[in-house]
């Protein structure tokens, strides 16, 4: 039987590291991706190999539209498409609006939301071809109700809310369902900026009293990449209640 596959972007760490495990231990064959740690991508593809799943490492800028042409050619060689988009890259920017720059409003923007847009564009015509497919869209609790000094962040996460029921709209008649999780505080890498102070503080405000795992949103999204094909459009919150 052939295997289902998934593109996993950003997948080198956190939350997508995490998916591209799931994934893997559920039987698909996993494209993984990330733009920088590549020594991190070669330890992953190693861990899925060693523990008999199937994996390719696709390195590269997915917020380049030429570099995910070029990964998509790479996919459409090896199996034809993708059964499942996991958009996962991701960085944050800590800091007031009136001192960011043009270059680091891009820099954001491109890598959270322009990214998603590019990969979407490059894997929706072999799933309308299969009438299937699913897109999962790794957004923040942050994109409904914004975050003091990180605006560009919380810009680029409701622009990715705004993309995924559009999109699912869009894609519904072809059988291919369109979801996002709201991620909350969630302990990775991006929250290693806080302080053993400021980290007892955010969980004091969270009413589930911890941050998330970044093996818990792997679970969800894969739920939701199996989920009933009903479910589609939806912006799901995983939060420990904090919204």
């Not at 996962?88 to 959270?112: C, K, P, Q, Y």
């Not at 979407?120 to 015509?125: G, M, N, Q, S, Y």
């Not at 072809?174 to 302990?187: E, F, L, R, T």
């Amino acid at each position: 039987m052939k295997r289902k596959t998934v593109l996993v972007t950003g997948s080198s760490r956190g939350i997508g590291r995490a998916c591209a495990l799931a994934f893997a231990g559920a039987g698909y064959h996993v494209f993984i991706n990330c733009r920088n740690s590549t020594d991190k991508l070669e330890t992953l593809e190693r861990e899925i190999l060693d523990a008999g799943g199937s994996c390719t490492k696709l390195p590269g800028d997915v917020s380049s539209p030429e570099t995910v042409r070029s990964l998509f050619r790479e996919i459409t060689a090896s199996c034809g498409g993708l059964d499942v988009l996991v958009n996962n890259a991701g960085i944050a920017h800590f800091g007031l609006l009136n001192d960011m720059s043009d270059r680091e409003w891009r820099n954001v923007l491109d890598t959270n939301l322009s990214s998603a847009f590019y990969c979407c564009r490059e894997a929706i015509p072999y799933m309308v071809s299969k009438k299937q497919g699913r897109i999962i869209n790794i957004s923040s609790m942050w994109g409904t109700s914004g975050a003091s000094c990180e605006a560009a962040y919380s810009a680029s996460k409701a622009g990715l809310d705004g993309l995924t029921r559009a999109l699912a709209k869009e894609l519904a008649p072809s059988n291919i369902q369109v979801n996002a999780i709201a991620c909350g505080v969630i302990d990775t890498e991006m929250n290693g900026r806080l302080n053993n102070e400021e980290r007892t503080a955010l969980e004091e405000e969270i009413p589930a009293g911890r941050f998330g795992t970044a093996e818990e949103t792997a679970r969800l999204v894969l739920m939701l990449a199996e989920a009933p094909s009903y479910l589609t459009g939806q912006v799901i919150g995983m939060d420990g209640g904090f919204l």
